[in-house]
């Protein structure tokens, strides 16, 4: 479980310093389109990833209970 949560962590501080990028990549754009695009595609891809994460989180949170539960029983 641990192993699990400190993945998810991670997957999660890179989906938010891709945010970050997609953000100076916007601001550094100085009016190409083609590189705010780009930005603008890096930030809503990673708010998609850190959707997946919290996803996946709250599976393995729901799943692990629902196994431990069945074991104490």
């Known amino acids: 479980m641990k192993v ?3 993945v998810l962590t991670f ?3 890179v989906a938010v310093i891709f945010v970050i990028v997609g953000g100076v990549r916007i601001l550094a754009a100085g009016g190409n389109e083609e590189n705010v695009t780009k ?3 890096t ?3 990673a ?3 850190l959707v997946i994460v919290f996803f ?3 599976i393995v ?3 692990t209970s629902e ?3 069945n074991f104490t029983n």
């Open 11 to 13: 997957l999660a501080l």
């Open 39 to 41: 930005g603008r595609k």
């Open 67 to 69: 196994l431990a539960s």
């Open 4 to 6: 699990i949560n400190f």
């Open 47 to 49: 708010l998609i990833g």
């Open 56 to 58: 996946a989180r709250v």
């Open 61 to 63: 949170g729901f799943f």
């Open 43 to 45: 930030i809503i891809f």
